[in-house]
């Protein structure tokens, strides 16, 4: 969906927004009343008190932190259209250093969210198919099947992922339009015969059931309520996707049609609260009760359907989360590839595959949706704290009324702190699973940006040269006919710091190393923007015709095709006569005036003769090992079938030493010492 198509509002834009942005909220309807009553002994000691309460705690709670702060402030965030905490940080970085921190654990706790959120949803629908005959048909027996099925669906749904979310996005959206239609029918339905439920629409009951007696959880049970807006942050992460307007157009029908059904729900709850046999349900849930006969079926097929689209939302979420903070330098580089043409449409195979397997281990693991569901939701209330923070200094940084600046961070931030110290309470019953995840994304994220830091302060004060001092001897090596041609143009990926200052090995590379005859010497640097579809580029000859900076400037969202952009550069120059022709000889295009490229990559490995604090040192070795293990340069820059030369270099950081050695003496035949 290019960016036109993104700020219109269209049918084709509604249908793809309710395909991959709703998943996650929208089958919360699944769990959220399960879990409530399940927190509070059952359906045998549910009051109406109790239902009313709760109904409106999730009626109140969608309204404010979904609608309120995510589509009517957050959406607004947007950085050229690119939602999610990232794109948001990259708004306010400048303000303070510390923003970072609540980027760092907000996208990390958001990440192992989107691991989970998968494997809940898919468990919960299929679980409802367990022991209901159709026909003489009993397609799930036990919770070995519901396993198994839940696997092979996760599994297609990873594998589909590589199409992008154009098409899947075609695909669910009617799906979805069709679920999000049923399920406010079937809750207006159930909720017609006692419109008394409509009182949780007054605030007042949502306050009053948390000291209430007959809630006997008490203020924990928000931690169970908080699982209706769990989709919310996706929702934010997926704006890109499909754009504000889309969002915004649709956004009423969804939250109508989840609200009815959950209005319906706590009807059907009150009217069968002291049937005994329901009470005594092991898998009993008021969401597919509330579906007579073969509707169940029908209900059921819908539920799978739409959990798997739920996981869809986390899933492109994950995506996007991850390429921004690739290129914001604060993962290690990844293959990102884009399916279609279309901006905004992403697919990055490793975290595919991350996902995929933490997924089915999360499955095999709690093996039931509501061993689950005790862990699910605490990540994403740590996420939602620091989007909330990060709002803030955006809010400020537009100027925004000081008074409902504060206001809002502190109306938010109290309310989502609720939230989170609730759902604490889940950490022993699972939820130290998502914290485990967390940290593990989040020590990935300190050590990358951290590793970057320390080697940069200490490459800086040791490693870098002037470019200026050696252009001389870059020319005359350039005519030299003494040594044989290596390449016509010989790319670096350098990054040359202001002054010129660039990496003593590039410079040994092609100087000491092995002499390197070129045509034209280039030192390319790729610096990613805060823009998202930044594509400029400036050039510096440095009083020379054949030795050239350039300073490749790529938002954040583009992909980094650098020897595509610079083959159009070298046209450029050789048009505007900065550079001479390269006229080829041998070549089957006709009047090709461009020659051959070699690029040249520097891949860093920590020498034993680094000396810097035992700390640092675990940092940098940590950040090499991840360089390691993730993409390569060639591949990251676009270079997989270009002319690519891997120089491996030793990476020495802090003050070096000269190693001490002692000539051994020797006697001469005369009886003389000699050294």
Request: overall charge positive; some cysteine.
């Given at each position: 969906?290019?960016?036109?198509?993104?700020?219109?509002?269209?049918?084709?834009?509604?249908?793809?927004?309710?395909?991959?942005?709703?998943?996650?909220?929208?089958?919360?309807?699944?769990?959220?009343?399960?879990?409530?009553?399940?927190?509070?002994?059952?359906?045998?000691?549910?009051?109406?008190?109790?239902?009313?309460?709760?109904?409106?705690?999730?009626?109140?709670?969608?309204?404010?932190?979904?609608?309120?702060?995510?589509?009517?402030?957050?959406?607004?965030?947007?950085?050229?259209?690119?939602?999610?905490?990232?794109?948001?940080?990259?708004?306010?970085?400048?303000?303070?250093?510390?923003?970072?921190?609540?980027?760092?654990?907000?996208?990390?706790?958001?990440?192992?969210?989107?691991?989970?959120?998968?494997?809940?949803?898919?468990?919960?629908?299929?679980?409802?198919?367990?022991?209901?005959?159709?026909?003489?048909?009993?397609?799930?027996?036990?919770?070995?099947?519901?396993?198994?099925?839940?696997?092979?669906?996760?599994?297609?749904?990873?594998?589909?992922?590589?199409?992008?979310?154009?098409?899947?996005?075609?695909?669910?959206?009617?799906?979805?339009?069709?679920?999000?239609?049923?399920?406010?029918?079937?809750?207006?339905?159930?909720?017609?015969p006692d419109l008394a439920i409509l009182k949780a629409l007054n605030p007042y009951y949502a306050i009053s059931v948390l000291a209430s007696p007959d809630n006997k959880v008490g203020i924990f049970i928000l931690g169970s309520v908080f699982l209706a807006t769990t989709g919310a942050e996706a929702l934010y992460s997926d704006v890109g996707h499909v754009g504000k307007a889309n969002i915004d157009a649709s956004w009423p029908y969804v939250f109508v049609c989840l609200m009815l059904?959950?209005?319906?729900?706590?009807?059907?709850?009150?009217?069968?609260?002291?049937?005994?046999?329901?009470?005594?349900?092991?898998?009993?849930?008021?969401?597919?009760?509330?579906?007579?006969?073969?509707?169940?079926?029908?209900?059921?097929?819908?539920?799978?359907?739409?959990?798997?689209?739920?996981?869809?939302?986390?899933?492109?979420?994950?995506?996007?989360?991850?390429?921004?903070?690739?290129?914001?330098?604060?993962?290690?580089?990844?293959?990102?590839?884009?399916?279609?043409?279309?901006?905004?449409?992403?697919?990055?195979?490793?975290?595919?595959?991350?996902?995929?397997?933490?997924?089915?281990?999360?499955?095999?693991?709690?093996?039931?949706?509501?061993?689950?569901?005790?862990?699910?939701?605490?990540?994403?209330?740590?996420?939602?704290?620091?989007?909330?923070?990060?709002?803030?200094?955006?809010?400020?940084?537009?100027?925004?009324?000081?008074?409902?600046?504060?206001?809002?961070?502190?109306?938010?931030?109290?309310?989502?702190?609720?939230?989170?110290?609730?759902?604490?309470?889940?950490?022993?019953?699972?939820?130290?699973?998502?914290?485990?995840?967390?940290?593990?994304?989040?020590?990935?994220?300190?050590?990358?940006?951290?590793?970057?830091?320390?080697?940069?302060?200490?490459?800086?004060?040791?490693?870098?040269?002037?470019?200026?001092?050696?252009?001389?001897?870059?020319?005359?090596?350039?005519?030299?006919?003494?040594?044989?041609?290596?390449?016509?143009?010989?790319?670096?990926?350098?990054?040359?710091?202001?002054?010129?200052?660039?990496?003593?090995?590039?410079?040994?590379?092609?100087?000491?190393?092995?002499?390197?005859?070129?045509?034209?010497?280039?030192?390319?640097?790729?610096?990613?923007?805060?823009?998202?579809?930044?594509?400029?580029?400036?050039?510096?000859?440095?009083?020379?015709?054949?030795?050239?900076?350039?300073?490749?400037?790529?938002?954040?969202?583009?992909?980094?095709?650098?020897?595509?952009?610079?083959?159009?550069?070298?046209?450029?120059?050789?048009?505007?006569?900065?550079?001479?022709?390269?006229?080829?000889?041998?070549?089957?295009?006709?009047?090709?005036?461009?020659?051959?490229?070699?690029?040249?990559?520097?891949?860093?490995?920590?020498?034993?003769?680094?000396?810097?604090?035992?700390?640092?040192?675990?940092?940098?070795?940590?950040?090499?090992?991840?360089?390691?293990?993730?993409?390569?340069?060639?591949?990251?820059?676009?270079?997989?079938?270009?002319?690519?030369?891997?120089?491996?270099?030793?990476?020495?950081?802090?003050?070096?030493?000269?190693?001490?050695?002692?000539?051994?003496?020797?006697?001469?035949?005369?009886?003389?010492?000699?050294?």
């Open positions: 969906m290019n960016a036109n198509t993104r700020a219109k509002v269209s049918r084709a834009g509604i249908f793809i927004t309710l395909g991959i942005v709703y998943g996650d909220i929208g089958t919360s309807p699944l769990y959220v009343m399960k879990t409530i009553l399940g927190d509070n002994g059952g359906l045998s000691t549910t009051t109406p008190e109790l239902v009313i309460g709760s109904i409106s705690l999730i009626f109140w709670t969608v309204m404010l932190l979904t609608t309120v702060k995510y589509v009517l402030i957050a959406l607004n965030a947007t950085n050229h259209g690119e939602g999610g905490i990232f794109a948001l940080y990259t708004l306010v970085r400048r303000q303070a250093k510390w923003l970072l921190y609540p980027a760092l654990i907000g996208g990390a706790a958001l990440l192992a969210d989107g691991m989970l959120t998968p494997a809940v949803t898919v468990t919960t629908s299929i679980e409802g198919l367990k022991g209901i005959v159709f026909h003489h048909w009993e397609p799930v027996q036990n919770q070995a099947d519901v396993i198994f099925i839940t696997v092979v669906i996760l599994s297609i749904l990873f594998v589909i992922q590589r199409f992008g979310t154009k098409t899947i996005g075609h695909a669910f959206g009617p799906i979805m339009t069709l679920w999000f239609t049923f399920i406010g029918i079937v809750g207006l339905v159930n909720l017609l059904n959950y209005f319906g729900q706590g009807v059907w709850v009150i009217q069968h609260a002291h049937e005994a046999n329901l009470g005594q349900a092991v898998d009993f849930n008021p969401f597919f009760e509330l579906l007579p006969g073969d509707w169940r079926f029908v209900g059921i097929v819908l539920a799978t359907l739409a959990a798997i689209i739920a996981s869809q939302a986390l899933i492109t979420g994950s995506y996007t989360l991850v390429a921004e903070a690739v290129r914001l330098k604060l993962l290690p580089r990844l293959k990102i590839n884009y399916p279609t043409l279309q901006h905004g449409q992403i697919y990055v195979p490793a975290v595919n595959g991350i996902l995929w397997i933490a997924c089915v281990g999360i499955v095999f693991f709690f093996r039931t949706s509501a061993h689950m569901e005790a862990a699910y939701g605490l990540a994403i209330t740590v996420t939602m704290l620091m989007t909330t923070l990060l709002l803030f200094q955006y809010l400020r940084l537009r100027h925004v009324n000081v008074v409902l600046t504060w206001l809002m961070v502190l109306f938010f931030g109290s309310l989502e702190t609720m939230f989170f110290l609730s759902s604490m309470v889940k950490f022993v019953h699972g939820g130290y699973v998502t914290a485990i995840l967390a940290g593990l994304i989040l020590c990935v994220m300190f050590i990358w940006y951290y590793g970057n830091k320390i080697r940069d302060r200490d490459e800086f004060e040791s490693g870098y040269v002037d470019l200026d001092d050696y252009k001389d001897q870059l020319v005359a090596l350039s005519k030299d006919e003494n040594y044989p041609t290596f390449a016509t143009n010989l790319v670096y990926m350098a990054k040359v710091k202001p002054g010129h200052m660039i990496k003593k090995e590039m410079l040994y590379s092609i100087l000491d190393k092995r002499p390197k005859r070129a045509q034209a010497y280039w030192f390319v640097t790729v610096n990613v923007t805060d823009e998202p579809y930044t594509a400029k580029y400036d050039v510096d000859m440095m009083g020379t015709n054949n030795v050239i900076n350039v300073q490749l400037y790529l938002g954040f969202r583009r992909e980094q095709r650098v020897n595509v952009y610079l083959r159009a550069i070298v046209h450029e120059l050789i048009e505007s006569g900065d550079l001479p022709a390269q006229p080829q000889t041998y070549t089957m295009q006709k009047g090709r005036n461009v020659g051959d490229f070699s690029f040249v990559v520097i891949q860093e490995e920590l020498s034993p003769e680094t000396r810097v604090k035992p700390f640092d040192r675990f940092i940098i070795q940590a950040r090499v090992t991840l360089q390691n293990w993730t993409s390569t340069p060639a591949t990251w820059f676009g270079l997989e079938f270009s002319d690519v030369v891997v120089e491996h270099v030793p990476l020495i950081l802090g003050r070096r030493r000269r190693p001490f050695l002692r000539r051994i003496k020797q006697q001469h035949t005369d009886g003389t010492d000699r050294q």
